[in-house]
């Protein structure tokens, strides 16, 4: 239980407040949770959001920037691959003549 409850509930005990004044108050206190609730999960969202939008950013200048890199280096294993299999057939044609 939270201080704020414990504080209403020790008023009514003490009988500083009536029983209907103590519920007007747990409402109300109740009320702003859930209004405090709800502004903080749009404000996560939000942030979810803006964290979202910036990652998608710095993908896409990642991907600028290291598409042609690795297009490159497809190419050049490529090509090391069809040329070590070009060497190997050789290599096996030989073991036959």
């Known amino acids: 239980m939270d201080d704020s409850k414990r504080s209403i509930?020790?008023?009514l005990a003490e009988g500083r407040?009536?029983?209907s004044e103590a519920e007007r108050l747990l409402d109300e206190l109740e009320k702003n949770r859930k209004v405090n609730m709800h502004d903080k999960l749009k404000e996560v969202g939000k942030n979810l959001e803006e964290m979202a939008d910036d990652l998608n950013d710095r993908f896409e200048e990642l991907s600028k920037e290291?598409?042609?890199k690795i297009k490159k280096a497809?190419?050049?294993a490529g090509k090391k691959t069809s040329d070590i299999l070009e060497d190997l057939s050789k290599e096996i044609n030989n073991w036959f003549k």
């Open 9 to 11: 509930l020790n008023m």
């Open 17 to 19: 407040i009536s029983l």
């Open 66 to 68: 290291y598409s042609p």
């Open 74 to 76: 497809v190419e050049e």
